[in-house]
Every structure is written in C-alpha cells, then in structure tokens.
C-alpha cells in the first residue's frame, strides 16, 4: 500500500506543477487581452472542456468527471485571469 500511496503522492506532484504550468498560459492571456469583457468566453470554455473530456475517454477515464474537474478548474482560471488583467490595468494608470 505505501508503493500505492507513494506513486499517487509523485502523480499529485506532477499535476499541480502542470496546474501552474497551465496558470502562466492564463496570466499570458491576461497580458495580452485589451478588454476586460473578453476575459470570460463562454465558447472558448466549453471547448476547453470538451477537448479535455474527449482526453479523458483517450486515456480510460471518467469524462463525466473530468468536466466537473474542468468546470471549477477554468472558472478559478477565469477568477485569476480578472485579478490579473485590474492589477495590470491598475498599475498603467
Ligand atoms: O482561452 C482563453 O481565452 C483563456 O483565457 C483560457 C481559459 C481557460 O481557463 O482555459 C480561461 C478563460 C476563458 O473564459 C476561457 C478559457
């Protein structure tokens, strides 16, 4: 069971180190966005987790669960990507 245990703890690892990989791509996206209205786009986050549940059928696991994973996941992007884009605004002012 620790063997079990320990290759879970290095998986966790890898994935929030690709979960913040992934957080510099929406920091980016707030850089380069010129308006704050286009920070939330609906279609570009079905997409996302379309792509990302058609991933998980590719690699034998529950879609169902990754668009749950997925729907918190880009709405704290979403989150992030406004405090991002004001203190980027707030600091050209
Ligand atoms: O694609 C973008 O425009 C992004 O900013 C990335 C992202 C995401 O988390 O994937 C975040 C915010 C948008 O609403 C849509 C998708």
């Known amino acids: 069971m620790a063997e079990i245990r320990d ?3 290095e998986l966790d690892r890898r994935i929030v180190a690709l979960l913040g990989e992934r957080m510099r ?4 996206a707030a850089r ?3 308006d704050r209205d286009v920070v939330r786009d609906e279609w570009r986050k079905a997409d996302v987790i379309d792509k990302a549940a058609q991933a998980a059928e ?3 696991f ?3 669960l990754v668009r749950e994973i997925y729907e918190v996941l880009v709405e704290g992007s979403i989150a992030h990507e406004f405090v991002k884009f004001d203190q980027l ?3 050209g002012e």
């Not at 791509?25 to 980016?28: G, K, L, V």
């Open 7 to 9: 290759g879970i703890d």
């Open 25 to 28: 791509y929406i920091e980016a």
């Open 32 to 34: 380069v966005k010129q």
């Open 58 to 60: 590719d690699h034998d």
């Open 62 to 64: 529950p879609p169902a």
């Open 89 to 91: 605004g707030e600091a």
